[in-house]
């Protein structure tokens, strides 16, 4: 009953405290606003959201840089590098970092030794991880580039292990790994740029996120320790214990994630060969950084959700649907404009030898939706400790994911590994949509139709542009006011 009545009340003080809500269109503005203004949450967004930005905008430079610099063939080696690289992921107990989130949003005096329990464990699964990954490398690869690739690129699994960005997005406080995270894709930029200028520096460029990941985490730790004054007192055996076992179905959740997610790349490496990856691994990339905004939102959303769903459920299942809300708007935007200017998009970032990615970057655009979908209805769930229910919704994913690229890619090359990748996440968000319901209360189909009618206005207005022979950096921004008015009924709906 206590966190029902929590929940009434802060609903209550939250309407009783708002003024009228204004007619006009630019006092809706002001006073969306002076009415967030002093929320540390929404401080939280918008710095991690201009980060994100700019961390996005520096890694389209990137992407556009290296894959004409190393070419089809040599941008695929790196990305079957990464591919390989991230199975070895698997083994560092993935949901340890997701469950300690949690856990430090819900009781934020337990940081310190949350960090300890995670770092320790996570440092040595890394290296165990790490060895294997070298003797699988030594004897299952008969190229000599393709062993040393994967030995770069499996540094990264330290980078994992030892992270400390978690600890402080799990204290709210996101904006300073938002800093820190912009400054990296600064240095990774500038060092790209100094060290790698031909094919033969796919290796340096294996390097580069390493390092940089290394120096971004020891500055971290030292912000952390020393500026926040967070203690790191030793765990008994059995606190670290019942830690790996409540992050398990986290744990088996990531782990599963991560092979669905890479499996069509080492798929088409298989069946087509490197160059066939490099053009098909392009688009994947794009499709990989528009997920990255369900991620920001994760960041700043479910340490909240988390700590609301535990002290006041009513307003967390309230929170919730706003949560799912926002992901659409989001998704609907981002997959109009790889349907409508899939063509600019990939000769701005790729060139024109990636051409062949066109027909792939319009395939995924509606994987974009469903992505988007699936992460706003699962962190949700997570939020309410529905950790087992995450099991089952990727396990579907996953034999889409393997099952369908065995099957499609032989058959239709990698047009078929495209359409399985759209597959992947639609298949999840089914599943996950009873699990939700019984959770939130709502399958929010309301919160679609305006952000998709918006979405078809910019693919409308995308095609009218390039029928009329405008350029694409008017183009664009053209587009986008066409879903504006869908936006503001969406902000409206917020307000409410």
Same mark, same amino acid.
């Given at each position: 009953m206590m966190p029902e009545n929590s929940s009434s009340k802060a609903l209550s003080v939250e309407r009783e405290d708002s003024p009228l809500e204004p007619q006009s269109l630019w006092a809706q503005l002001r006073f969306f606003a002076k009415r967030w203004a002093g929320s540390s949450f929404f401080l939280n967004l918008f710095s991690v959201s201009g980060g994100a930005v700019l961390q996005r905008l520096m890694g389209l430079v990137a992407f556009s840089y290296t894959a004409r610099v190393l070419g089809p063939e040599k941008y695929g080696l790196l990305g079957f590098g990464i591919s390989v690289a991230a199975y070895a992921a698997i083994f560092l107990s993935p949901g340890l970092l997701i469950w300690g989130t949690r856990?430090?949003?819900?009781? !934020?005096?337990?940081?310190?030794?949350?960090?300890?329990?995670?770092?320790? *464990?996570?440092? #040595?699964?890394a290296s165990v991880a790490y060895g294997a990954l070298v003797i699988f490398a030594r004897f299952f690869f008969s190229q000599p580039s393709e062993r040393l690739i994967v030995i770069l690129c499996g540094l990264a699994l330290f980078n994992t292990a030892l992270s400390v960005d978690w600890v402080v997005n799990g204290l709210e406080l996101m904006r300073i790994p938002a800093i820190l995270g912009t400054c990296g894709a600064g240095l990774n930029l500038i060092a790209l740029f100094l060290l790698v200028h031909s094919p033969r520096d796919v290796y340096i460029y294996a390097l580069i996120p390493a390092v940089n990941g290394l120096l971004l985490t020891a500055v971290l730790y030292f912000i952390i320790i020393q500026r926040l004054k967070v203690h790191l007192p030793w765990p008994s055996w059995q606190e670290s214990?019942?830690? #790996?076992?409540?992050?398990? =179905?986290?744990?088996?959740?990531? /782990? +599963?994630t991560v092979v669905l997610h890479y499996a069509n790349n080492l798929i088409v490496q298989a069946y087509l060969g490197l160059t066939a990856l490099g053009v098909f691994w392009s688009a994947f990339r794009l499709l990989e950084l528009a997920s990255q905004v369900p991620t920001l939102l994760s960041t700043v959303f479910l340490p909240r959700l988390a700590r609301v769903a535990t002290s006041a459920p009513d307003l967390g299942r309230r929170e919730a649907l706003l949560f799912a809300r926002v992901h659409m708007v989001s998704g609907f935007f981002l997959a109009a404009f790889f349907l409508g200017e899939s063509p600019a998009i990939i000769r701005l970032i790729f060139g024109a030898k990636y051409l062949g990615a066109v027909p792939l970057l319009r395939i995924m655009s509606i994987g974009v939706i469903f992505n988007y979908a699936i992460c706003g209805y699962t962190n949700c769930l997570i939020s309410f400790g529905k950790d087992w229910v995450m099991l089952r919704v990727v396990g579907v994913a996953l034999i889409v994911s393997v099952g369908g690229g065995l099957l499609v890619v032989p058959r239709a090359g990698i047009m078929g590994a495209a359409l399985v990748v759209? /597959?992947?996440?639609?298949?999840?968000?089914?599943?996950? &949509?009873?699990?939700?319901?019984q959770v939130v209360g709502s399958f929010q189909f309301a919160a679609w139709w305006r952000p998709a009618l918006g979405a078809g206005c910019v693919v409308a207005s995308c095609?009218? #542009?390039? *029928? &009329?022979? +405008? *350029?694409?950096?008017?183009?664009? =921004?053209?587009?986008?006011? *066409?879903?504006?008015?869908?936006?503001?009924?969406?902000? !409206? !709906?917020?307000? /409410?």
């Open positions: 856990e430090i949003a819900r009781q !934020r005096s337990t940081a310190g030794k949350i960090l300890v329990i995670v770092n320790a *464990a996570q440092l #040595l699964l214990r019942q830690a #790996l076992l409540s992050s398990l =179905p986290l744990g088996g959740m990531v /782990a +599963l759209s /597959a992947i996440d639609l298949a999840g968000w089914l599943v996950s &949509l009873p699990y939700y319901r095609f009218l #542009l390039q *029928a &009329l022979g +405008l *350029a694409v950096w008017v183009r664009i =921004p053209l587009s986008a006011l *066409a879903y504006f008015p869908f936006v503001y009924g969406e902000m !409206r !709906r917020f307000m /409410a």
